[in-house]
């Protein structure tokens, strides 16, 4: 099948058309939220979208693009998404990024309520707590993803999780676990304790360190970890939501870790120390509580 027979109508080349409007209007997020849609930019983030049924509205493309990504238009063909071909000048309209790649799609949110990752009964859970940064955000939900992590939640007082920059920190990960948003913290430590899972906090001012958390056997088990503000951590009522507050011992002499590669090392201790002999993770299912 040719590109041209794949495609939606012809060329779009005004970037005040209705469709190309539509679709840039999902920069701002009073308009995702109405719509309950976001945009995914770049050919992988593309690709992992279109893996879930449904997920993907519209995809806009430049020709050099699609012709450098078939396997995306053919995915797109396959789900029956409207594939428009749209000139450099409307793209760059669209695009967020400083070099785009050309490919981008309009998605309806994935977001699964609240309820829906207790009832799977979590055995490693990231929450992030008065995020800001949508670049953390990605990143900390992409390390989540590496960590073989359960879920994401994000607070009612965190950054928007469709927020294009945060989408592509994501680096697809996004549309590869349940991510539940708008989880007042509170409620989110109660409900995962209510589960049996261990609840953690990260801080650098912590009662004991990581080390010590592997040794009392605290990640061994169901374990979910509140990382919280860039700028500040955790306050004092967020740090009282937690079983026990970590933190990670640095041994030289940088003062500390950021956010992202602090969740990164939380996460994959309680990754290995499940996987070990003894932990949640071992012997398949049978091992879940």
């Known amino acids: 099948m040719s590109l041209s027979t794949r495609l939606t109508g012809p060329e779009l080349t005004d970037t005040r058309s209705t469709r190309v409007t539509a679709a840039r209007r999902l ?17 992988q983030a593309v690709t992992e979208a279109l893996a879930l049924p449904g997920v993907v509205q519209e995809l806009f ?6 012709e450098r990504n078939p396997d995306v238009v053919a995915a797109a063909v396959a789900r029956e998404v409207p594939v428009r071909l749209v000139s450099g ?51 900390v939900l992409r390390c989540a993803d590496a960590a073989g ?14 927020n294009p920059k945060c989408v592509r920190a994501s680096a697809g990960s996004l549309f590869h676990l349940p991510v539940a948003v708008g989880v007042p913290a509170p409620a989110g430590a109660d409900g995962l304790r209510e589960a049996g899972v261990t609840v953690l906090a990260a801080d650098g001012a912590g009662e004991i360190d990581l080390t010590e958390a592997g040794e009392r056997g605290l990640l061994s088990g169901p374990t ?34 950021n956010l992202a590669t602090a969740a990164a090392v939380c996460l994959y201790a309680s990754a290995q120390a499940q996987r070990a002999p003894g932990g949640c993770r071992c012997g ?6």
């Open 61 to 66: 493309a430049t020709s050099p693009a699609a």
């Open 27 to 43: 920069v701002k997020r009073a308009f995702r939220a109405r719509g309950r849609q976001f945009l995914a930019e770049g050919p």
């Open 89 to 139: 000048e409307v793209f760059d309209s669209l695009a967020q990024t400083v070099t785009p790649q050309g490919v981008l799609a309009v998605c309806r949110f994935v977001d699964v309520p609240y309820a829906e990752v207790l009832a799977a009964r979590p055995r490693l859970v990231a929450m992030l707590a008065q995020v800001r940064d949508p670049g953390n955000a990605g990143t």
């Open 224 to 257: 979910a970890w509140i990382f919280g503000n860039e700028a500040w951590g955790l306050p004092p009522a967020t740090r009282a939501l937690a079983d026990a507050v970590v933190r990670v011992p640095v041994y030289g002499r940088a003062e500390s870790l």
């Open 284 to 289: 398949g299912d049978e091992a879940a509580p």
């Open 149 to 162: 992590a359960d879920a994401v939640v994000l607070s009612d007082a965190s950054v928007d999780v469709y």
